[in-house]
């Protein structure tokens, strides 16, 4: 087809192996095609359309999720690993200059960038938890104040946010995340649960500072598959200990976040996400 006539639908649906009506959804859902149209409004198909969707199959066999599949076979394919490491260093350079001038714009144009050139799961555990990390680093060595932390994090917890519209639609397995009572860090936790909605799971998220008679509410009435509770310090685990280990009784419960470990886990009679939020997020089995 390369310099060659435009396909109908029909012909380049036999062609391409994809049924016309996954196609037009295709079109419609993702833009990943731009067949030209007869006067008529038949459908024409060039080449770089056949080229996208065979980019968006290979993606799809590699399990990919559906939008992210097509927004990487519309600019071409994933980048290289010498681009993906230039895109890191650019970015996280963008991103902490942001960060230490206050400066809105920059912090916000890295992270634009950041999410069109990486997958999701990528973004979040290549880029924003190691740099929400060296973050509190830096906090913690009074490299940075305050004020600069909670910029980051509003910027940061707004674009997360953002991405997390519509999480708990689907037919997936629920899962209900919280973080533990006086916990305010929540950011971990939105990326994990960022990534079990591109596996499939549908999202529950009561957030930062949830009373955990609170959580055997929302349990009792929505029965999750499971129930998450965060915390970055042990002590917030071991104050309400009595009530863990009371919901772990009723309704499947893991503790992840840095006051997590393996003895706490075992003392509660909980199950233990103690490694990154991505890969935890994306091992869990319902």
């Known amino acids: 087809m390369v310099g060659g006539p435009r396909l109908r639908i029909g012909e380049f649906s036999r062609r391409v192996g994809v049924s016309p009506e996954l196609l ?25 359309d056949e080229r996208r969707v065979q980019l968006m199959l290979e993606n799809l066999a590699a399990g990919m999720p559906a939008s992210e599949a097509a927004r990487l076979a519309m600019v071409g394919g994933p980048p290289s690993a ?3 490491t230039q895109a890191s260093a650019e970015i996280g350079r963008a991103l902490t200059e942001g960060v230490d001038t206050l400066d809105e714009p920059t912090a916000q144009a890295a992270l634009d960038r950041l999410l069109e050139t990486f997958a999701l799961p990528q973004a979040l555990s290549e880029m924003i938890l190691p740099f929400l990390r060296r973050l509190g680093e830096r906090w913690a060595a009074a490299e940075i104040g305050v004020a600069h932390e909670h910029f980051a994090s509003n910027i940061i917890g707004g ?9 708990g639609t689907g037919v997936g397995p629920r899962a209900l995340l919280a973080c533990q009572p006086r916990e305010r860090h929540d950011l971990g936790l939105l990326c994990f649960g960022l990534v079990l909605r591109e596996r499939g799971w549908r999202i529950t998220y009561l957030g930062a500072d949830t009373p955990l008679r609170d959580v055997v509410a929302v349990c009792s009435e929505l029965a999750p598959a ?27 419960v893991a503790i992840g976040g840095a006051g997590a470990t393996p003895a706490l886990a075992g003392q509660l009679g909980v199950e233990l996400l103690g490694g990154d939020a991505v890969a935890e997020a994306t091992a869990l089995v319902p």
């Open 24 to 48: 037009r959804a295709w079109e419609v859902r993702y833009g990943l095609l731009h067949p030209e149209r007869t006067g008529g409004g038949l459908r024409l198909f060039s080449a770089q």
């Open 82 to 84: 010498l681009e993906r």
């Open 159 to 167: 674009r997360l946010r953002a991405l997390a519209r519509d999480w």
């Open 226 to 252: 499971i129930a998450v509770l965060c915390a970055v310090k042990q002590e917030r685990f071991r104050k309400s200990a009595e009530e863990v280990i009371g919901l772990g009784k009723r309704v499947r």
